[in-house]
């Protein structure tokens, strides 16, 4: 009885002490050893203190074909984890995210939220760099009930709408 009451509140009790991001679970996991050199010498230029601690690789959109879409490595950053980071087969870097507490919100992005979303809680948040027509945009995970959804604002505090988020982001940040 003593065991399966600790085991039932250690399962309680995780959520509150993990960070959480999306994570794209139909996105196979695959070895280092897989992932193009041009891509490992971008990862470890560009965020050379990460630790990964996972590749994956998208396929065509529709995971039937072989051809290699992208490949996303997921890492600590500074001692941090909730970071990954996508890249073109050829290394080309699409876009980095971090997860981000919802304590840790810019001011100006947590102040123009609550105006927006009355009566949303925001759960947590990832920033976004687009590196292709650089843009920085912070996808806001909120929630009513059991209700969920995303909203996306840049930097300033400026709501921007689904259909105006770059390209990357609505293919790829799904």
């Known amino acids: 009885m003593k065991n399966s009451t600790l085991l ?5 009790l995780i959520p509150l002490f993990t960070n ?7 996105q196979p996991t695959i070895a280092e050893s897989d992932v193009p050199q041009e891509v490992l010498t971008n990862q470890d230029t560009l965020f050379p203190s990460g ?12 995971n039937t074909d072989s051809t290699a879409i992208r490949y996303i490595s997921k890492f600590e950053e500074n001692g941090s984890s909730g970071s990954s980071a996508s890249y073109l087969p050829d290394g080309t870097l699409i876009f980095h995210s971090k997860y981000m507490q919802a304590d840790n919100i810019p001011e100006t992005v947590r102040l123009k939220l609550q105006f927006d979303y009355k009566d949303f809680e925001a759960d947590y948040a990832d920033f976004i760099t687009v590196y292709i027509q650089k843009r920085e945009i912070y996808r ?13 604002y840049d930097i300033n505090g400026n709501q921007i709408p689904e259909e105006a988020l770059p390209i990357e982001i609505i293919l790829f940040d799904r």
């Open 8 to 12: 039932i509140l250690a399962l309680l």
């Open 20 to 26: 959480a991001q999306d994570a794209n679970l139909d």
């Open 51 to 62: 630790f990964i601690s996972e590749w994956q690789l998208q396929k065509e959109f529709n």
């Open 140 to 152: 806001i995970h909120l929630r009513k009930d059991t209700r969920v959804q995303h909203a996306f």
